[in-house]
């Protein structure tokens, strides 16, 4: 949203991806930009990093830059500040706290320029369009469905402030964290130190809100969640005590909406930490085949036995995302899913398992469907993490020929093996492997591919290797049509 903040983040996050120096041509090259204006970008970024001088420095040498911070240093401090002196944090927080200002009383007190802040504004309200949201400019607030204004709300804070602080400052986040540890006790749970903060961060969200009246529509989803759960029974007193707020004029409807609302974010971050799901077995099978918990639970049931999953500790975290990403899918829109940690490049997931997946997951659509959507790429990669990869991946023999030593070679056999692939190292029979790696360009082959490998590897060489073996396995997918068992 600020190209200039988000060009200082992406260099520093660069300059901490490793201990060594970057050439200046390297790092101008990475933010496109030309020399010398990448010189001056550096030179703000050596100013502003002065704040915490005893901590994190930039260093320069010849013209090679480097950065140096102590251990102890969170760098995440630094992002956080960084984004918090955006356009769109200012404009968006004006909005979200409803601080009844109009756009001009905005774009004075922040000194914006008339076609600055209009242009500013104009691609802010563009953005908030894919999440299906837009704002009044008099007095300044954000409009669109409630639900999709505290999750993207929810979102935006936790970018923003990487819970590194607090940014509901007529709240007490104290007082939030001890009420939070109140509900542990009455389930017996043991939440993580971020499912904490996620958690405080939500009451956040709806204790501003309430104060501000903006109440929340009835959600059925919510409603059935709840009536399903044992334990939103036993949570109720501290779920009205959460959110009872002085200024709040919920009627009785209202109130009931919002406790099944936060319980709802609580089942969503906790039930994963559970050993006992919240809602048993028995419950799931009686709600309404179109609640979307019970849909979760039937289609990871099949995909458990399409794929012969064995049910892990692992597999059981899978269920609360994919529980979450659908409901992301169903109740908000895709662009949310941007936020459950999606990766735009699907890496290590074995092709024969995308076709398997693909072809499943459009027999149970009635209508045709487009698979280029980030929901279906989410779970895609999701599930993947859960099924046994060797099974849906070629064997690639690999043959390692290397007039080092033996400790070069063993180091080499162990980064292979971390690789996304189904690797076996054959160290004899050169006539039967896939590919070969050497360190010698007097090595021969006529059927295999030959990887000549430098004995002291850059970055770019590990990653120029790994392209050359799923160059491979996907050659050798198309010549052997390499069937798998779908039983």
Not at 102 to 130: D, E, I, Q, V, W
Not at 134 to 157: A, C, M, Q, T, W
Not at 418 to 434: C, F, G, R, T, W
Request: a neutral charge; proline letters at 2%; aromatic letters at 14%.
């Amino acid at each position: 949203m600020d190209k200039v903040i988000d060009r200082k983040i992406k260099l520093l996050k660069l300059l901490n991806s490793t201990e060594d120096f970057f050439p200046l041509s390297e790092l101008a090259n990475f933010i496109d930009l030309s020399v010398k204006t990448t010189i001056v970008e550096l030179s703000d970024v050596k100013d502003y990093l002065a704040k915490w001088n005893d901590q994190i420095q930039l260093v320069k040498q010849k013209t090679n830059y480097k950065l140096i911070k102590k251990n102890t240093f969170n760098i995440e401090i630094v992002y956080s500040d960084l984004k918090q002196k955006t356009f769109f944090y200012l404009f968006y927080t004006t909005l979200f706290f409803e601080k009844h200002e109009s756009s001009t009383a905005f774009s004075k007190n922040y000194f914006f320029s008339y076609s600055h802040f209009y242009k500013k504004k104009k691609g802010l309200s563009n953005y908030l369009k894919h999440f299906d949201l837009d704002f009044e400019n008099d007095p300044l607030s954000i409009v669109g469905e409630e639900i999709k204004i505290r999750f993207f709300s929810y979102h935006f804070f936790w970018d923003h402030y990487e819970s590194n602080k607090w940014p509901f400052l007529d709240i007490q986040p104290s007082s939030v964290k001890q009420q939070i540890k109140e509900a542990e006790e009455l389930l017996e749970l043991n939440l993580t130190e971020l499912s904490r903060e996620r958690m405080a961060y939500w009451i956040g969200i709806q204790k501003t809100r309430i104060s501000t009246k903006h109440a929340l529509p009835k959600i059925n989803l919510f409603h059935e969640i709840a009536r399903a759960s044992t334990s939103y029974q036993r949570l109720l007193p501290w779920l009205k005590k959460i959110i009872a707020t002085e200024n709040s004029e919920l009627n009785e409807s209202e109130i009931r909406n919002e406790l099944e609302f936060l319980y709802f974010i609580f089942f969503l971050i906790a039930q994963p930490q559970v050993t006992n799901r919240l809602i048993e077995e028995a419950q799931t099978k009686q709600l309404p085949d179109s609640n979307l918990y019970k849909q979760t639970q039937g289609y990871l049931n099949q995909f458990h036995q399409i794929f012969e999953v064995i049910s892990t500790d692992e597999s059981l975290l899978i269920e609360g995302s994919f529980f979450e990403a659908l409901f992301y899918h169903r109740y908000l829109n895709d662009q949310f899913i941007f936020y459950l940690e999606f990766e735009e490049e699907l890496q290590g997931i074995p092709s024969l398992f995308k076709e398997k997946f693909q072809a499943i997951y459009l027999a149970k659509k009635e209508e045709s469907v487009s698979l280029d959507t980030r929901f279906y790429h989410y779970i895609q990669q999701l599930l993947s993490t859960i099924i046994e990869s060797n099974h849906y991946r070629p064997r690639l023999y690999v043959n390692l020929l290397s007039k080092k030593g033996k400790i070069e070679e063993t180091l080499l056999i162990k980064e292979i093996k971390k690789m996304p692939y189904n690797v076996e190292i054959n160290k004899k029979a050169q006539e039967l492997s896939d590919c070969i790696i050497s360190d010698s360009i007097e090595i021969k082959a006529n059927h295999a591919t030959i990887f000549y490998w430098n004995s002291s590897p850059t970055q770019a060489e590990w990653k120029k290797l790994a392209q050359q073996l799923q160059q491979v396995e996907k050659t050798k997918i198309a010549q052997r049509s390499f069937l798998y068992n779908s039983k």
